[in-house]
Nanobody, 124 residues
Framework: QVQLVESGGGLVQPGGSLSLACAAS????????MGWYRQAPGKQRELVAT???????NYADSVKGRFTISRDNAKHAVYLQMNMLKPEDTAVYYC??????????????????WGQGTQVTVSS
């Protein structure tokens, strides 16, 4: 009943910028934590940035000062602005939502969800 729909990504030269967006669809009431993870070929999925509703922001050391995460709680959306991109930022980026409260009929549920992933390639 809940889906995370991602947009953005693509190919950019080193030093360039890209933005990602992700919105939750369905009868969502609230989402505790939204964030972004990435997975490069041959590597494990790693945290990029997360933001707790009304609370703290967490960035991976490798992206601090270059990436900015933001949320629109009314739209159940999360965004990632990526500046000064480097070739090592190349990966599939996944949107994540934890503590998603939603309704199905008269019942309430809580769950965690992942987006389908979007490719970011940094190359000259």
């Amino acid at each position: 009943q809940v889906q995370l729909v991602e947009s953005g990504g693509g190919l950019v030269q080193p030093g360039g910028s890209l933005s990602l967006a992700c919105a939750a669809s369905g009868s969502v009431v609230s989402i505790r934590t939204m964030g972004w993870y990435r997975q490069a070929p041959g590597k494990q999925r790693e945290l990029v940035a997360t933001r707790i509703i009304g609370g703290s922001i967490n960035y991976a050391d490798s992206v601090k000062g270059r990436f900015t995460i933001s949320r629109d709680n009314a739209k159940h959306a999360v965004y990632l602005q990526m500046n000064m991109l480097k070739p090592e930022d190349t990966a599939v980026y996944y949107c994540n939502a934890e503590g998603v409260q939603f309704r199905s009929g008269t019942l309430w549920y809580t769950g965690d969800y992942w987006g389908q992933g979007t490719q970011v390639t940094v190359s000259s």
